[in-house]
T-cell receptor, first 112, second 111 residues
Framework: KAGVTQTPRYLIKTRGQQVTLSCSPI?????VSWYQQTPGQGLQFLFE???????NKGNFPGRFSGRQFSNSRSEMNVSTLELGDSALYLC???????????FGDGTRLSIL | GNSVTQMEGPVTLSEEAFLTINCTYT??????LFWYVQYPGEGLQLLLK?????DKGSNKGFEATYRKETTSFHLEKGSVQVSDSAVYFC??????????FGAGTTVTVRA
């Protein structure tokens, strides 16, 4: 069974640009979550989607947004990039409920 | 709010040594608890889980017991290998559609 797939693996952008990251969940998983990982702040929750509905959102500015498609694939978008947005962005999928989340290898975003 | 506190790292051990990583939590309600492991350049892998008090999660020689009375979920392994070198994260899920993570503990095992 294929795991969670995130694309691209690496991205380099400049301040002010925008970026879209993609996540394909494990087949059959309808819940997709996004996390930001940085050395200073650790792992922070961004948002979670289930059946195309956002059910929870973390404390991030409105520049961070996401969506989920009918096939459960998800994208997150960051607009007006700032240096502080440099991070590893991790996507996780699960069956929902109390089932564990399974993570992809992440997208490493670097802002110059 | 809900939070997870892990012991500070880094932790350096010799092969075949005993490993303990302490994890305590604060939560309003009855969370599920998890340990995840992250190897360099990779995402997080689920190591083990426990969903209610006194549950013991185990996998690959690692164990952790959900202790409600001490709000703890300490990770243990009796004999570590070089391949266990990684960052370990304790996490809780309060059925609010997100995981809350500890800061992570870096473990290095020397041959």
């Amino acid at each position: 069974k294929a795991g969670v797939t995130q694309t691209p693996r690496y991205l380099i952008k400049t301040r002010g640009q925008q970026v879209t990251l993609s996540c394909s969940p494990i087949s059959g998983h309808r819940s997709v979550s996004w996390y930001q990982q940085t050395p200073g702040q650790g792992l922070q929750f961004l948002f979670e989607y289930f059946s195309e509905t956002q059910r929870n959102k973390g404390n991030f500015p409105g520049r961070f947004s996401g969506r989920q498609f009918s096939n459960s694939r998800s994208e997150m978008n960051v607009s007006t990039l700032e240096l502080g947005d440099s991070a590893l962005y991790l996507c996780a999928s699960s069956l929902g409920g109390r089932e564990p989340q399974h993570f992809g290898d992440g997208t490493r975003l670097s802002i110059l | 709010g809900n939070s997870v506190t892990q012991m500070e790292g880094p932790v350096t051990l010799s092969e075949e040594a005993f490993l303990t990583i302490n994890c305590t939590y604060t939560a309003t309600g009855y969370p599920s608890l998890f340990w995840y492991v992250q190897y360099p350049g990779e995402g997080l892998q689920l190591l083990l889980k426990a969903t209610k008090a006194d549950d013991k999660g185990s996998n690959k020689g690692f164990e952790a017991t959900y202790r409600k009375e001490t709000t703890s979920f300490h990770l243990e392994k009796g004999s570590v290998q070089v391949s266990d070198s990684a960052v370990y994260f304790c996490a809780l899920d309060l059925n609010d559609y997100k995981l809350s993570f500890g800061a992570g503990t870096t473990v290095t095992v020397r041959a």
